[in-house]
Structure formats: C-alpha cells, structure tokens
C-alpha cells in the first residue's frame, strides 16, 4: 500500500548511535555547504550533491538538473513538500534529511508516525530524549531509518499521519467517507475517483499485492489508500498550522506522494491557495544502470506520463527478497 511496487515488511536500517540534535544539526548543514561548493567547483554536473551515479530529473520535461543545490532550489519557496520515497531504502531518507536541512524545514509530518502520539514525542524532542524513548512514544518500531530527517530539523513541529487499523478496516466497509468523518468533504471524499484513476488505483493496488487479491477486495482496498492519503494531507496542513504557515514536508511512499491521485491531488482540494512540490525518489533498473526511462518506467501512467514534479534516481536497486516469491511457489 505504501508504494507502486510490492515490497516486504521492512526491518529497522541499522544506523548510529543518536546525535543530539544541534550536532546533527551542524553535521547536515556542514555535508550540505561541501555538497554546495563540489557542485560549484564542477561546474554543476548532474549528480553535484547526490549519490554516486544520482540524478535528478525535472518533469514532465526530463530535463536533468543539477543535483541537490538544484532541488533545494526548486523547493524552497514551496509551500507544500510531498516527498516520496521507497521505503527500504536509506539512501532516500538520507536526501530527505539533507534536503531537509538545507531548507530549514520548521513543519514536518511523517507517513508513519500515530497522530495521537504528537504530544508526547514533542516533548521528548525538546528534551533530547535517547531513540528508545522516541521509538516507544512513536510506537514505531521501524524507527530507525527515519531518525535522520527527524534529527536534520530538531526545532521542527513534527505531525503523524499513521491511520490505525480499525480506520482502515472501516473505510473498506463503510467508505472512506465514513471512516474520515468530520471535514471529509474539504479533502474530496464525498466523491468517487475519477473511473481512470479508480482503475488505474486497483491495478497498482493489484500488482503490489503479487495479484494475489480477490477481485471484491480492490474496491474496498482504494477506500482505504484513500483514507491513507487524506490523513496524511491533514497532518501535513495540521503541522504547517502549528508551525506558523512555515514551509512542510511530509515523508510517504512514492504511491502516496502522486500528483494524479495522491496526496498532491488531495491538496489541490484542500489547500488549494498553496503550492506543492511532488517529488518522486527512484532506483535504477537492476538490468539498465544509468538508463532513465528504464527507472522511471514502474511510476509511468498508462498514458507515459509521470505524475510526480520532479524525480531522483538515486540509488542501485536496494538487496530485497521478491515479495511474490512465495506466492509463485504456492501456486
């Protein structure tokens, strides 16, 4: 549900012990300025800031830019960052964190994180507290992967966007509608999916599922990835609110972070005064290194369009079993 590709259930990134946050702080900003200078200094090449062999691509154009220097300038400004990402793969939650920093960043929301714990993880923020304390308060216990862009803007207001289970379950039964409740008209869910994207939803929802989903479920399934996205496009009003109306960015998955029925499109009904920058974070083909298109391809449309603003291809493909492996041997 998270992305356009099937993926498993994702173990912690083992990473270091946590810094305090204004040596995390220093420490980003210190990579971010050497990142700025060798993209000067090289006369802007491509991957100027990035990863080894990254790129980053303006769309629909695919006109490459030049590197980080380049994408922290298309961001800032931007009233609405929706930054996608694959959700095993840390060289995607070290560019968030690094994009983070460099925009000073003051409203964050994260896919993962159960609103109701807001308060609590505030407080222990504020305080320093060690990542086992983050974690529990978080009740994240994938915690690790995304501590990099928490620790980038340690000042930031931080909001969740995790739906529980039991909302997820009655959006299948009842409508998203229903599930949402109050304000679910401002977040466009009093009505259908345009039948395109209806269809083109239970394809995706199909495929990452290995096809191993009845039929009947598809429908009650983009109820629920429909919940997903509205939740996550009010955290990330809520927390540009508590933030004074200062620049946000939220963390999702590449399948949530969709201009043509994602979080993006959302938006555009809820907010639809600000801006928002959709930034899709890719991997190279396992058979086509350095092939753009063939990087690109598994987030196309039908139609070849991409429906994202911008993307970065950034990494190899990340080591992970085939999540339909086991399917195929059952069958």
């Known amino acids: ?10 173990a912690p990134v083992p990473r270091p012990a946590r810094l305090r946050p204004a040596g995390a702080l220093r420490r ?3 990579a971010g300025a050497l990142a700025l200078a060798a993209g000067c200094a090289s ?3 491509p991957d100027a800031g990035l990863p080894e062999g990254a790129r980053l691509v303006e769309l629909p154009s695919g006109r490459p830019l030049d590197g ?7 961001a800032r400004g931007v009233d609405l960052l929706v930054v996608g990402e694959i959700h ?3 060289a ?3 560019l968030q964190a690094a994009l983070a920093a460099a925009l000073g960043v003051e409203a964050l929301a994260l896919e993962m994180v159960p609103q109701e714990v807001e308060p609590a993880l505030a407080a222990l923020r504020a305080a320093g507290s060690p990542d086992a304390e983050l974690r529990a308060a978080a009740r994240w216990d994938d915690y690790a992967p995304w501590h990099g862009v928490l620790d980038a803007v340690p000042r930031a207001e931080v909001a969740g966007g995790g739906v529980p289970r039991a909302a997820l379950r009655q959006a299948m039964g009842e409508g998203v509608a229903a599930a949402f409740g109050e304000g679910a008209a401002r977040y466009g869910l009093d009505a259908p999916l345009p039948p395109a994207e209806q269809a083109a939803l239970e394809v ?3 495929r990452s599922h290995c096809g191993a989903l009845p039929a009947e479920m598809l429908a009650p399934m983009v109820e629920a990835q429909r919940l997903r996205d509205a939740r996550f496009a009010e955290a990330l009003l809520r927390v540009r609110e508590r933030a004074g109306g200062a620049q946000a960015m939220l963390v999702t998955g590449n399948g949530h972070a969709r201009r043509d029925r994602g979080v993006p499109w959302v938006l555009a009904d809820a907010a639809p005064g600000l801006s928002t920058l959709a930034i899709l974070q890719a991997e190279w083909a396992q058979d086509a290194p350095g092939d753009v298109d063939a990087a690109l391809a598994p987030w196309r449309r039908a139609d070849g369009s991409l429906p994202y603003d911008l993307a970065v291809i950034s990494t190899a493909p990340t080591g992970r079993e085939d999540p339909c492996a086991r399917f195929r041997s059952q069958g």
């Open 92 to 94: 995607h939650q070290r």
């Open 1 to 10: 549900m998270h992305s356009s590709l099937p993926s498993p259930d994702l």
């Open 204 to 206: 995706e929802l199909d």
């Open 43 to 45: 006369g802007g090449a």
């Open 88 to 90: 095993d793969d840390p």
């Open 68 to 74: 980080l220097p380049a994408l922290v300038e298309r």
């Open 28 to 30: 980003l900003l210190a």
